[in-house]
Each structure stands twice: as C-alpha cells, then as structure tokens.
C-alpha cells in the first residue's frame, strides 16, 4: 500500500459517518500526517474511486468522499491500513513490542474472539496505561466463560508490564449497535482512534456487516469527560431514563448514553443522586460491560459494584450478576451501599 492511499483510507476510517470534501480530507491528512498535497490527495481519490474503495458523491461544488463498503477488497485494504498502523506505532514505542505480542497471543486461542484494538494508544502511552476493545462472538454461557478469562488475563500482563489496562468487552452486535446510536457514547470515540492489534478483518467486517443492515455508523473525534457533562445535560437524561428531580428545571438537553450518566454521578460523589443509579438501571437496559469499563477507567468500580449487589438483592436479573462476577474477577474492592435506601427510592419511582 503506497504512502498516500494509506492516509486516505486512515483518515476516512477515523471519520465513519461524516462525508469529507476533498478539501477537508487534505486538511485532515495534514493534521494526522505532518504533510498532504492536494493534487496527489486528488489523483489516489480519482484512482481509489474507479477501483471502487472509494465513493465520491457531489454535493454543491465539492466531492465528499467515504468509504465503500460494499466493495468486497476495502476489508482487506483496511486491514492492511490497522498493520501499517501498528508497525508505525511500534517503531516508536518498542517497549510496547511484547505487551501487542501477549495480547494477540492469548486472546487469538479464544474461541469466541474476533479482534482487539488499542485505542487513543499515543495518549495512553504517555499515561503508561493500554485501553483496548475486544470484541467476542456471543455464544451463550461460553462468552461468558470467556469473558471471565479475558479478565484474569488481564490482570497477569497488568502485573507482569506493569501497566495499567482498561479494556471494553463487547459482541459485535453490541459493537454496530453503539456505533449507530443516537446517544453520545465511548465506543463512537474509541473508533475514532485504534490500532488493531488481532485480526483486523474481524473489525471491519463486523463495521461493514452493520452498513449492510442499513445502520448509520459514526464515529467521534471528541473524547466525554464524564465529570464535565453539563448539568442541564445530567437532568435532562435522567428524566429519559425515568428519573425526573424535584426542583430544578428540566431543559431540553444532548442525548447522552446511560453508562456515561451513571459514570458522571459516581464521580460527583452526591448521595441523592448515586441513589438514582439503581432506579435508571432497575428501568433501563443498560451495557454492563460498558459500564464496567468506565468504572473502571475512572477509578468507580467499588462504588458500582456496591449499588449493584444492592441493586442484585432487590431485584435480582442475570444481567447483574454477570456484572458483579465481572467487577469480582477484576479484584475490585466493594464499597457498601445503602440497601435500605435504596429499596425506598426504588418504591417511591415504581422502579
């Protein structure tokens, strides 16, 4: 893959959903690259769209450009893009050589996987900390099984690297799902930043089957705080999710996804609030694995971990239990919660 065709299709497969003009695709080439030229940009787009990888739709003046996915070659083109990724990045960061290797190692003799990607990995380097997204076939009582695996392994190489690992564990409908929700959510920004590390092919047809079915897949530049959601955005979602507050006035807000909600009231450490944590979730369906993730990420997994045993004894659903043996296998210390008030509020919201 020559030097030019690799950044077009790396800077469009961090851009899914969003059209880019020429213009802008040059632009952005720059920002990611150091250099771009216009005219070579111009003549690969022009090759990369006869070839089919590429499809340039007018719009005004300008060309948009995204990728094709139902031209059969762009997985492979793709997954030649996440190898040159990750060479490109290992030349710089040896050190990082043998955690890839253990990683694709052992995960590649699971049965149920598919891939595992290292997202936002320059800036995690420099935290001297690993974010991974691996994404599993589901398959009942083994993909759970499975899971419980991923997270002792995880916590072996945390200890051998001395390096922290967050990691996100997800079926691949879970994966198309997230990716096409209207919510703002983690795994639209992750996509937005990755290296595959295992199977890249595995990745991209799982974001290619998803266009198939019609979804809208879009990615994220913009990575949430979850301790810098606005607060209007805080009230307005808690009332979709079946909490509305007394007192403060409910204004119209950004759809933002539950696990990014819950992970802002954990962190803001008010007791009214983290007692409608239960009630949401007692309401909703919400992705326990993404939500072990971000408690995780953000240093929340004991306080979680006690709503849900809470949460388990009131209303008992596999869903948490599943989620408490997860945060269990992850050596998580719990941190009680009030069972007794927590029933109370759950009656006083018919949850």
Not at 275 to 287: C, E
Request: aromatic share 6%; net charge neutral.
């Amino acid at each position: 893959m020559d030097e030019t065709t690799f950044r077009i299709l790396d800077t469009l497969s961090r851009a899914l959903g969003k059209p880019l003009s020429i213009n802008e695709l040059n632009r952005k080439m720059q920002e990611l690259h150091g250099t771009a030229y216009y005219a070579n940009t111009y003549r690969k787009l022009q090759a990369l769209t006869e070839q089919g990888s590429i499809t340039l739709t007018k719009a005004g003046q300008s060309s948009l450009a995204t990728l094709n996915f139902g031209n059969y070659p762009l997985i492979d083109m793709l997954a030649e893009m996440e190898i040159k990724r990750k060479q490109t990045f290992l030349e710089k960061q040896a050190e990082l050589q043998m955690l890839f290797m253990e990683i694709e190692t052992y995960c590649s003799q699971m049965s149920a996987m598919i891939s595992v990607s290292a997202t936002r990995p320059e800036r995690n380097r420099k935290l001297n900390r690993a974010e991974l997204l691996i994404l599993l076939h589901p398959e009942g009582s083994q993909h759970h099984e499975q899971t419980l695996a991923i997270h002792n392994l995880m916590q072996i190489i945390q200890r051998m690297h001395t390096i922290r690992i967050d990691y996100l564990i997800l079926s691949g409908s879970e994966l198309s799902s997230l990716l096409a929700s209207e919510e703002k959510n983690p795994v639209q920004e992750m996509l937005a930043d990755e290296i595959a590390i295992l199977n890249p092919q595995g990745l991209w047809y799982e974001i290619r089957n998803a266009h198939q079915h019609g979804l809208q897949i879009k990615t994220s530049e913009k990575e949430t705080n979850p301790s810098k959601i606005p607060e209007r955005n805080i009230i307005h979602n808690l009332a979709r999710f079946g909490y509305k507050e007394l007192g403060p006035a409910l204004e119209k807000g950004e759809g933002i996804c539950i696990e990014y909600i819950i992970t802002a009231i954990l962190m803001e450490k008010d007791a009214r609030r983290i007692a409608a944590i239960p009630i949401i979730l007692a309401k909703n369906r919400p992705n326990y694995n993404l939500l072990t993730f971000l408690s995780q990420k953000y240093g929340l997994s004991g306080r979680l971990l006690g709503l849900l045993k809470a949460l388990d004894k009131i209303r008992h659903t596999k869903e948490t239990e599943a989620a408490i043996k997860s945060l269990e296998a992850m050596n998580v210390k719990e941190i009680e919660a009030d069972e007794e008030n927590i029933m109370k509020k759950m009656r006083l919201y018919n949850a």
